[in-house]
């Protein structure tokens, strides 16, 4: 299956102040949300961001909301996004099909939501270097049964390029810089 930026949303999930410093590699896994949120912005693409309980575990980091530039967050207890209300109404209303995760933690948060989302009609697109957990091999785990159940696992770079589909614009040289 092909993506087209037309049809796609971003979903940072949970990147919060309290959590991303137990993430393994939380440095990488951090560079690279906030290099997808950045090449997503440069092709118009909406991006829809999650906090789980806000008062526990803080505001999503400010470097990602920086990239995202002044994003509306939609606070929720439940692990899955989908099961959040004003999460789904959200993605009901933006029309788009294919969901491109990137957040914490895999095992958690982006596994039930990847899994909700796909049992629900959408094509969850998890990106494997933007997702991180505690344990390296919790997200192993997570992206072995996302992929068993049918989610489509892809990489930053590679996504932004699929979206892109052409060199030689303004768009292209926005995303080369962002993966050098």
């Known amino acids: 299956m092909r993506l087209t930026k037309e049809n796609s949303i971003?979903?940072?999930?949970?990147?919060?102040?309290?959590?991303?410093?137990?993430?393994?590699?939380?440095?990488?896994?951090?560079?690279?949300?906030?290099?997808?949120?950045?090449?997503?912005?440069?092709?118009?693409?909406?991006?829809?961001?999650?906090?789980?309980?806000?008062k526990g575990l803080g505001?999503?980091?400010?470097?990602v909301t920086e990239a995202i530039g002044n994003p509306t967050y939609i606070e929720k207890l439940?692990?899955?996004c989908f099961r959040e209300v004003q999460f789904a109404n959200a993605l009901n209303s933006s029309g788009k099909k294919n969901v491109l995760i990137s957040g914490v933690e895999s095992h958690v948060c982006v596994l039930q939501t990847a899994l909700d989302l796909l049992y629900s009609n959408y094509t969850p697109i998890v990106i494997a270097d933007a997702i991180g957990s505690r344990k390296n091999?919790?997200?192993?785990?997570?992206?072995?049964?996302?992929?068993?159940?049918?989610?489509?696992?892809?990489?930053?770079?590679?996504?932004?390029?699929?979206?892109?589909?052409?060199?030689?614009?303004?768009?292209?040289?926005e995303i080369s810089k962002l993966v050098k």
């Open 137 to 173: 091999f919790e997200k192993k785990i997570a992206l072995d049964r996302m992929r068993d159940a049918g989610c489509i696992i892809s990489t930053t770079e590679s996504i932004l390029f699929e979206l892109c589909r052409q060199a030689g614009n303004d768009v292209f040289k």
């Open 78 to 80: 439940t692990f899955s």
């Open 59 to 63: 505001n999503t980091v400010l470097s």
């Open 10 to 54: 971003g979903l940072v999930i949970d990147m919060q102040e309290k959590l991303l410093p137990h993430i393994e590699a939380n440095d990488e896994v951090l560079s690279k949300c906030i290099i997808l949120v950045k090449g997503l912005r440069a092709m118009n693409i909406p991006i829809i961001t999650t906090q789980q309980y806000t």
